[in-house]
């Protein structure tokens, strides 16, 4: 069956420094893949898209990549702020509406 | 804020009775989207709506549940005979069709407790 894992339950970082999270997949063949970030006691909020035939994503101080050889996406936060404190979902999806399936998140902790 | 509203945001009740959550999608969005999520997990996917017609409907999604979307607006899901293990947050996501991977925008959430 299909497994989305997310590198850790929580990450602790300091301010300035750069975050990654990591979204592991098995038993899938996404078309594309996507990051929402979620606060406490709310939904979650679309950040970024990568396509299968895409290596690379940027959004200001946001970037993804994505490897389909290693089933494997990393997402990156520079400069990372406390306000970016919050739970990261990776999500993955094919081309017929079918299989839409999150990951169990990451809760980033942007120490100031 | 979204422009998904869902209603209501809480809601307690005991083991046995129905409930119904409401979903209102942003107006020009076609497809939308049921989910639930527990403490500590990401959304699973229940069921989604193209326009009115019910597309897909996940094998979590029992008997005891059912979702209209009886004129292609909002969208209402029911849950049957509640059991604690209902206990979640219910979360509603509409999107404008264009294929696949279209940014879905979420709602705040029911969060249902059974008791």
């Known amino acids: 069956s299909q497994k989305i894992e997310q590198n850790s339950e929580a990450l602790n970082i300091q301010e300035g420094k750069t975050a990654t999270l990591t979204c592991n997949y098995t038993?899938?063949?996404?078309?594309?893949l996507q990051w929402y970030r979620q606060d406490p006691g709310r939904g979650p909020v679309f950040l970024l898209l990568?396509?299968?035939?895409?290596k690379e994503k940027r959004k200001e101080r946001l970037k993804v990549t994505f490897d389909t050889t290693l089933k494997q996406s990393l997402f990156h936060i520079t400069a990372s702020q406390p306000a970016d404190s919050a739970t990261y979902l990776c999500?993955?999806?094919?081309?017929?509406?079918?299989?839409?399936?999150f990951g169990p998140g990451t809760r980033l902790s942007v120490l100031p | 804020d979204t422009g998904v509203s869902q209603d209501p945001r809480h809601k307690i009740t005991k083991r046995g009775q129905n409930v119904t959550f409401r979903c209102d999608p942003i107006?020009?969005?076609?497809?939308l989207y049921w989910y639930r999520q527990t403490l500590g997990q990401g959304p699973e996917f229940l069921t989604y709506?193209?326009?009115?017609?019910?597309?897909?409907k996940s094998r979590l999604l029992s008997d005891r549940f059912s979702a209209e979307r009886p004129k292609g607006s909002f969208s209402t899901l029911e849950i049957q005979r509640t059991e604690q293990g209902d206990s979640a947050m219910y979360l509603c996501?509409?999107?404008?069709?264009?294929?696949?991977?279209?940014?879905?925008?979420f709602g705040p959430g029911t969060r249902l407790l059974v008791l």
């Open positions: 990568i396509r299968e035939n895409e």
């Open positions: 999500a993955l999806g094919d081309n017929y509406g079918q299989n839409f399936v």
């Open positions: 996501a509409s999107s404008r069709a264009q294929g696949f991977g279209e940014t879905q925008y």
């Open positions: 709506f193209q326009n009115e017609a019910q597309l897909e």
């Open positions: 107006s020009e969005h076609n497809r």
């Open positions: 038993n899938y063949s996404p078309a594309y």
